[in-house]
């Protein structure tokens, strides 16, 4: 039998959409290569926001951009006959255009183009970091209780949050931990960000004479500062990682720690630089390392009372290896714990 049937006619391209997403976190113009390509090669290239940062360098590289905000059915139409439209959604994305081209799609009624989603810029670890200091930067101008405090004020917040962190690792709680360590960043970033003020101790965040400003701006620093310095910091005293020093163990790394130590603060004692406003005990073993560490032979006092009693346990703990604040706060757990237990109570929640 004889096909009289006509031969189907190839079905037209349906062309491609490139939604072209970045970064506010990474500088404009900073671009992947791939992101590159897709723009040169783009048949058309749409933005809806005039003011897009990415749009004084794709000018400048050659990059012709429209100012358009197509809906879904007339992108899908602009890529009719195989032709390629790239897609810059401001910072937001484009809610209306994706929700759109999802139901085009889910109709079944529309042959609808190749869409992909082409990352230009990716944030690097750290990035949401600039975000903090962005957001806290407001809430210092705007936020009434916010733009009135001090360092002073804060310094109790700090002992709070640090004791906070400590009883979510002693609990082993993931979520509470990821919660604390926040709470401590906070004031870190808090407090850089009074500092970049360089406003006395004490004094209020506002608007002044200019001279006052000017003198008290000598001593303003910002995060980048506080950062710079760490980094500086870290790297001097890890010559085993970013010099020619070895290190083998951790008992080495101590030793170069020390060693780096001493150079740097050029203290005249053991003693220098120990915060005696620490617990007790803490504050107690912390004298005992340093004593052994620096061999100064010197007895432990003795005198009358529980005073001298725990400070002989607590640099025996420690010459044990043994941090003797840790060891109480476990046992005065398990003592509250049995007090509750003795009330009918269960242990507490985690």
């Known amino acids: 039998m004889t096909d009289h049937s006509q031969p189907t006619a190839p079905a037209e391209p349906t062309g491609r959409i ?95 183009p190749d869409l992909e989603l082409l990352p230009g810029s990716y944030d690097l670890p750290g990035a949401r970091l600039l975000d903090l200091v962005q957001v806290m930067d407001r809430v210092r101008r705007e936020c009434p209780w916010t733009s009135r405090q001090t360092h002073r004020g804060l310094a109790k917040y700090a002992i709070e949050e640090a004791y906070e962190l400590v ?20 004031q870190v970033v808090f407090h850089a960000r009074i500092a970049e003020e360089g406003l006395p101790d004490g004094a209020e965040a506002e608007d002044g004479d200019e001279e006052d400003a000017g003198e008290a701006a000598l001593g303003a620093f910002s995060i980048d500062d506080v950062a710079g310095a760490l980094v500086e910091k870290l790297i001097h005293r890890h010559p085993h990682v970013f010099g020619d020093a070895e290190a083998e163990t951790p008992e080495d790394v101590h030793a170069h720690w020390q060693r ?51 400070l002989e346990l607590a640099a025996r703990a420690e010459a044990e290896g043994v941090d003797p604040e840790t060891a109480l706060r476990a046992a005065a757990r398990v003592y509250r714990d049995a007090i509750r237990a003795a009330e009918g109570l269960g242990a507490p929640a985690r």
């Open 18 to 112: 490139v939604l072209l997403t970045t970064s506010h976190r990474v500088a404009p113009g900073v671009l992947s290569w791939p992101a590159w390509q897709i723009l040169h090669a783009a048949d058309r290239v749409l933005c809806a926001d005039p003011g897009h940062p990415q749009l004084p360098y794709l000018r400048e590289a050659g990059v012709a951009v429209e100012h358009a905000a197509p809906d879904a059915h007339a992108l899908v139409e602009a890529c009719a006959g195989g032709r390629t439209v790239v897609v810059l959604p401001g910072g937001e994305g484009d809610r209306r255009l994706t929700d759109g081209l999802a139901r085009l799609a889910g109709s079944g009624r529309v042959s609808m």
């Open 167 to 186: 009883e979510a690792i002693e609990d082993g709680d993931r979520e509470e931990l990821r919660e604390e360590l926040g709470d401590v960043l906070l």
């Open 260 to 310: 780096t130590k001493a150079v740097e603060k050029r203290r005249e004692s053991v003693t220098d630089g120990i915060p005696v406003g620490q617990p007790g005990l803490a504050l107690a073993a912390k004298l005992a390392g340093r004593a052994r560490a620096g061999a100064v032979a010197v007895e432990l006092p003795r005198g009358e009372g529980i005073g001298y009693e725990l």
